[in-house]
Every structure is written in structure tokens, then in C-alpha cells.
């Protein structure tokens, strides 16, 4: 959705702003921007809506140079949340989050009607909140509107530079709440610039690290914290969230014997191994021991009398699985998520073991009497 291609800044003083940044964001996803003041990470989210022009390089949008778009038209298809919100004192709440529709001459009643099923979506009453002026709302309700504003015209892409970090604690731990609840609903292009590793973290599906106009580090929130990738990316995530990523892990949780079947099999057969391991649930393998999904006994029973058919006609392909190192966090928040019995856990796309809930909790137990050994050795006992 968004490529910059070897992008740099640098500005008549001689400061290197950016340096040959080269950045995919995925179509959908939230990347976030994070580093230490003048780091550079401003700079390149403004350089997406042509508020800062690159000194070398290229940046597409859906496949389009954006150096070739005019800027106004670019902006107006490229939602924008600044740390200010800047809402116009002396228009009401409905005026504002029409603005753009307004500028883009939408028909009334359909900006009308989108104005208000955005105020639904985070939580503003229409009818209370729709003839309000911006200083009759809270700072949080403020930046509520200022997100939806950003999104009124849908937008394809949407910028947000640091807009949480001027309201209180409790504000901002529920905007950052609100803004993962509504990604998963309208499944945006954000590039979101913050400074709080804490909210990167949280909200983000990849962060990149930024350092001096580069990219020290791109990943997942995961690989960050088990993974970075020098003492910078370490230091600045910080001890304590480092040592939060160390509790137990997958490989520490799961059965290693399970019921395993090859796609090729057919259902008898799979029926069978099913009753010999008293399971409900066969993983399922390819002839090189890849994995490929699970099969379940409900799938397998109401398919049996069908004599062709073979295990690789009813598995799923589509269920979670977890890589060894995945913490009991990550782990137990899959199970509270969704309805799975279980959880595959594979390694380079092999199958190593089988996490269900009990032999979770049977694996916690078993390392608190290991640290509760440890702690009377240490005591002397």
C-alpha cells in the first residue's frame, strides 16, 4: 500500500533527516513509527501526505508516485491525526467530521449519515454529541472526534502523529483500547508516530525502531521484545519490558506425543488414530512432516460414509498456531480469543507439539514448584 524506495531528507543546513529509507507498509496494517526526538520518524509519516517533500527517493501509494499526485488531492484521500486534534472552535462536531466529505462534495445525506454512524462507532451519541462545539467535549472526546474526522471521507490510508500522548493516563489507555477494537473493524493503512514504546506495543502490528534517519528495526511487537537487535533497540525498549517477555513458553507448555495423521489418509484410518490417542482433535502432517491444519472428529465423523474422501478434505488450514518461543501470554490470550481446543505448536513449518488448556495450566504448575525448589535451595531448606 505504502513503498518508500531509497528515500532521504536533507535540508539546505546540511542535516540528514532521513537516510535512504527504503519501507513497505502492508495494505491494512498498522505500523508505528518510534525512536528518540529528531530521530526521524516524523519526518517520513509526513512525507506520505507530501507535507515534507524527500530529497532523494521515491514513496507510492497503491502503486501511484506520489510526486506526480497534486498535493491537495493527495491529502484529501489520506486521513490525517495530529497530537493537537485541531477541531474548529466555531463549527459543531457534525461540521467537523464533515469537512472533508464536504470539500469532496459528497451528497448531504450521505455525509450526514456518515457522520453519524462514526460518532456510533466511538461510542458519541449522535443526538447528544452531533450540534456540540469542540469545547463542550473532554480532551479524550476531542480526539475521538479528531480520529473520525481522519476516517469520514475513507480513506485508504490514515496518519496519526502522536495523537494520544497529551491526554491523561486513563484517556489514552481507553483511546488506545478503542483505536485496536476499530483497526480490526475498518482494517486502515495506519502509519501511527508515537514516542511510548509502551503504545507501541500495544496497538501496533509491526513497529520500526528508528535512529539518526534509520531504520534500526522492523518487526512485530513479539520479535522486538525477544529479538532486538542491538543495544540501541534494547536499551530503548527498556529492562523491565524485556524481562516481561521471559516467562514460560510454548515448548514449556505443550504434550509432544499427540495424534498425528498424513493428508493422505483416509478417514478410517484417521478415525482410528483418533480412538487410539481418546482425542478429538488429529493434526495433520504432509509426507515430509510439514504441517498443515487439524482435523477435527465432528468434520471426520459427518464425512466418514463418503469412502473417497481423505483426511485432507476436512482439515482446517485456517486455525492458530504458535512458534516454541511464543510466551504464555501470547498463548493464553489465543485460547480467551477464540473457541480452539487446542494449539499446534510448529517450527519451521514443523510440527514440535500440541498446547491444550490443561497441559497449559499443567506446565505452569510444573515451573512454579521448579522456582519454588530453587527457592529453597537458596534458603537453605
Known sequence: MITFENVSKQYPDGTRALKNITLT??????????????????????MVNRLIE???????????????????????????????????????IAENVALIPNLKKWPKDKTQKRVDELLDL??????????????????????????????AAEPPVVLMDEP????????????????????????????????DMDEAIKIADRIA???????????DPETLLREPKNAFVQNFIGEERLESGKGPKASQLMFVKTAVVTETKGLAEAMKTLKDHLADTLLVIDESGNYKGVAFLEDIHNSYNEKNMKV??????????????????????????????????????????????????????????VEMGKEEELNGE
Open 122 to 151: 466511538v461510542g458519541l451519541d449522535p443526538s447528544v454529541f452531533r450540534d456540540r462545539y469542540p469545547l463542550e467535549l473532554s480532551g479524550g472526546q476531542q480526539q475521538r472526534v479528531g480520529v473520525i474526522r481522519a476516517l
Open 25 to 46: 507498509v502492508e495494505e491494512g496494517e498498522l505500523l508505528t513509527l518510534i525512536g528518540p526526538s529528531g530521530c526521524g520518524k516524523t519526518t517520513t509519516m509526513k
Open 209 to 219: 525502531v528508528m535512529k539518526d534517519g534509520e531504520i534500526v528495526q522492523l518487526s
Open 54 to 92: 524527500p530529497t532523494e527517493g521515491k514513496i507510492y501509494v497503491d502503486g501511484n508516485d506520489i510526486s506526480s499526485i497534486d498535493p491537495v488531492e493527495l491529502r484529501r484521500n489520506i486521513g490525517y491525526v495530529i497530537q493537537q486534534i485541531g477541531l474548529l472552535p466555531h463549527m459543531t
Open 164 to 195: 494520544f500522548s497529551a491526554l491523561d493516563p486513563i484517556s489514552r489507555e481507553q483511546l488506545q483500547d478503542e483505536l485496536v477494537k476499530l483497526q480490526k473493524e475498518i482494517k486502515k493503512t495506519i502509519v501511527f508516530v508515537t514516542h
Open 312 to 369: 485432507k478434505d476436512v482439515l482446517k488450514s485456517d486455525t492458530p498456531v504458535v512458534q516454541p518461543s511464543a510466551p504464555y501470554s501470547f498463548v493464553a490470550e489465543i485460547f480467551a480469543k477464540t473457541n480452539v481446543p487446542s494449539i499446534p505448536v510448529v517450527e519451521k513449518n514443523k510440527l514440535v507439539g500440541l498446547i491444550t488448556k490443561a497441559s497449559m495450566m499443567r506446565g505452569l504448575a510444573g515451573l512454579k514448584q
